[in-house]
């Protein structure tokens, strides 16, 4: 599977970034999610979309961070605002293996295929 990620960098507090993720075309139709991992702690879910455009966010980012993707560009897309030092991550683009129950999931174990990773930084 191919990835490329973009869009990471530093920010204030309050400050917004969007995240971008292209994604071989084969996978786009597969569950496709945002993962952070912030140094010392476990890689945990951020956001994801099925297929059918179902979509789950973790409860940290509710109402912050806003999931898309663009079929024509084979693009994820992770749009995030109000940021808050506690958003300061390796973020991680990743799609499921095949296609299944995976709508709404935010687990780490049900994702195969991972990005190299993005960092963002978010200062005080």
């Known amino acids: 599977v191919h990835f490329v990620e973009s869009g990471g960098g530093s920010v204030e507090a309050g400050g917004s970034l969007t995240l971008s993720c292209e994604i071989s075309?084969?996978?786009?139709?597969?569950?496709m999610g945002w993962f952070r991992q912030a140094p010392g702690k476990e890689r945990e879910g951020v956001a994801s979309?099925?297929?059918?455009?179902?979509?789950a966010f973790a409860d940290s980012v509710r109402d912050r961070f806003t999931i898309s993707k663009d079929n024509e560009k084979n693009t994820l897309y992770l749009q995030m605002k109000r940021l808050k030092p506690e958003d300061t991550a390796m973020y991680y683009c990743?799609?499921?293996?095949?296609?299944?129950?995976?709508?709404?999931?935010?687990?780490?174990?049900?994702?195969?295929?991972w990005g190299q990773g993005i960092q963002v930084t978010v200062s005080s």
């Open positions: 075309e084969y996978y786009f139709e597969y569950t």
């Open positions: 990743a799609v499921v293996q095949a296609r299944g129950p995976y709508g709404g999931s935010l687990d780490v174990g049900d994702f195969y295929y």
């Open positions: 979309i099925d297929f059918d455009r179902t979509i």
